[in-house]
């Protein structure tokens, strides 16, 4: 197995009740057609990729594949006829929030809820292990193949693939061991040396047994300002990847206070070097194939955002030159936490005028053949990170989502993200050389709604202002208490230098209740 899937293998086997890495395509299908033609190119297509016949199991200590000779996905026809659009949306939900036993399989499964005049919603829900976004693409391209082909009675022409998912475990094998596998071990070794945690601002710490309902708000960048980021950019070679990214970075630098954090991001992983130094293309398989990348900002007091842009516009492409290496192998070997903070582009691939993922997005609708297919509304059941944005550029527009769990963050917080960012795109359109810490956040909304200076809040009864102090160095030590100018401090570092504080202060005779004069330089230590 992967690096990546022998994560989630061990995520399943510890959380077994959890559904957070369960995905899936839902979608309406819009115009009469034959289900049993349907069928059919579920069966081909499960023939065609191995990943549909494929299961994971613990052999003597490693998690392994095992790829079946044949495999059945069910396929499950629901006469839903009469029931109501809430209803129907419950029974969609249920599906997706189906588990999936990673040792027996199948880890994908259809359902047809029949609705009137030949019409349906289409379900299909299968482990994150088996799919990831770019298989979307792959899918909807080869189901209009084999779903044309059949209803015209035409053969099957679609190109053997040379390659299957299995294929990435051994590259990967062999990739750590070459030279250039060793010098990317070196850069990532040496970009994430001393990588402090990202410390979001929760409404609630993080619990211990975390709960992965997921909060979802969407966000979208309306098409003048859109068009003004375009204008921004148009003399450089900064993409709307970057740009957005910029962004996104900005929103937690404001949020957190710090200086150095890392956001992750994942890539395609499509195509690989090899140990020969060729290229092995997966860009035809559907499968998990994607590689994490860990993308470290060290932000310099005063920084314009053109200079932040300009700087992580040179991390991005160094770290696209070193993108093979997993990053998961490292993060095990070098004791680096992966930052649960995410950040993913999407984008319509050239022959691809609308990204089959916009299906994901209300009002979008896709044609193959004479079946024409329109999105779904589906709530998002399960988040495995604290927060996450998802952009998809399609067609000329840029949609999107803020997601995060219902355990640390309330959904007003997730709002007030989601309006911010649309805030700090605006501020630099109109001012790029505008500097990070002068970016006003501030929006009309929060203004009338009073949100900003509305700040009282309940709190337990305390013993003393150090009780929630020593609960905070006890649940998170390794988050960040306090910032200036670059440097931090964590919790348990501050927990020290306070305790040798406070030995000095008793050493010199100072009692209990005491007043002591401070005066100090503005800095951490």
Request: charged share 25%.
């Amino acid at each position: 197995a992967t690096y990546n899937q022998k994560q989630m293998w061990t995520f399943a086997e510890h959380h077994p009740e959890n559904t957070s890495y369960n995905v899936c395509l839902a979608c309406e299908i819009l115009s009469s057609f034959d289900p049993s033609v349907l069928k059919k190119c579920f069966e081909t297509l499960v023939e065609r990729h191995e990943i549909f016949r494929t299961t994971f199991f613990e052999k003597d200590g490693e998690i392994v594949q095992q790829i079946h000779d044949h495999m059945t996905l069910p396929f499950e026809v629901v006469d839903s006829a009469d029931l109501s659009k809430e209803t129907l949306e419950e029974e969609v939900q249920t599906k997706i929030r189906e588990k999936y036993d990673l040792e027996k399989g199948p880890l994908a499964r259809v359902t047809l809820f029949m609705r009137k005049d030949g019409k349906a919603v289409l379900v299909f829900a299968m482990h994150h292990i088996v799919w990831d976004a770019w298989s979307m693409g792959v899918f909807i391209q080869e189901l209009n193949h084999i779903y044309s082909a059949l209803l015209h009675h035409r053969p099957i022409s679609l190109p053997p693939l040379e390659q299957q998912n299995k294929d990435l475990s051994y590259w990967q094998i062999r990739f750590l061991n070459t030279e250039l596998g060793k010098k990317q071990f070196a850069y990532w070794q040496q970009e994430l040396a001393a990588l402090p945690p990202i410390n979001l601002p929760f409404d609630r710490p993080p619990l211990p047994n975390r709960v992965y309902q997921g909060l979802f708000v969407s966000l979208m960048v309306e098409k003048e300002l859109l068009d003004g980021v375009k204008k921004v950019l148009e003399k450089s070679s900064i993409s709307l990847h970057t740009f957005f990214m910029a962004i996104y970075k900005v929103l937690l630098f404001r949020y957190t206070g710090q200086y150095d954090f890392a956001i992750n991001t994942p890539i395609p992983g499509r195509l690989r070097a090899d140990t020969e130094r060729k290229k092995i293309d997966f860009a035809s398989n559907i499968g998990y194939f994607v590689n994490v990348a860990i993308v470290r900002s060290r932000i310099k007091t005063g920084s314009t955002f053109f200079d932040f842009l300009n700087a992580l516009q040179k991390t991005v492409l160094l770290n696209r030159e070193h993108q093979d290496f997993p990053i998961l192998s490292l993060a095990e070997e070098i004791n680096v936490k992966i930052p649960e903070v995410g950040y993913n582009f999407l984008k319509a691939r050239p022959d691809d005028k609308i990204h089959p993922l916009s299906l994901l997005f209300e009002g979008h609708t896709l044609q193959l053949d004479d079946l024409v297919i329109g999105s779904f509304p589906q709530s998002i059941q399960a988040d495995a990170f604290d927060l996450n944005i998802t952009l998809l550029e399609s067609d000329g527009k840029l949609n999107g989502s803020i997601s995060s769990r219902t355990d640390i963050f309330n959904l007003a917080t997730i709002e007030r993200m989601s309006r911010h960012f649309l805030q700090i795109v605006s501020s630099v359109v109109q001012n790029p050389d505008v500097k990070l810490e002068e970016i006003d956040l501030i929006t009309s909304e929060d203004i009338l709604s009073n949100r900003i200076n509305n700040t009282v809040r309940s709190f337990p009864a305390l013993r003393s202002i150090l009780e929630p102090f020593e609960q905070q160095t006890r649940t998170a030590p390794h988050h960040t208490a306090a910032s200036c100018e670059g440097d931090s401090l964590t919790y348990e570092e501050l927990d020290l230098f306070s305790n040798q504080v406070a030995h000095i202060l008793k050493q010199k005779g100072v009692q209990a209740e005491q007043f002591v004069g401070i005066c100090v330089e503005r800095k951490v230590d």
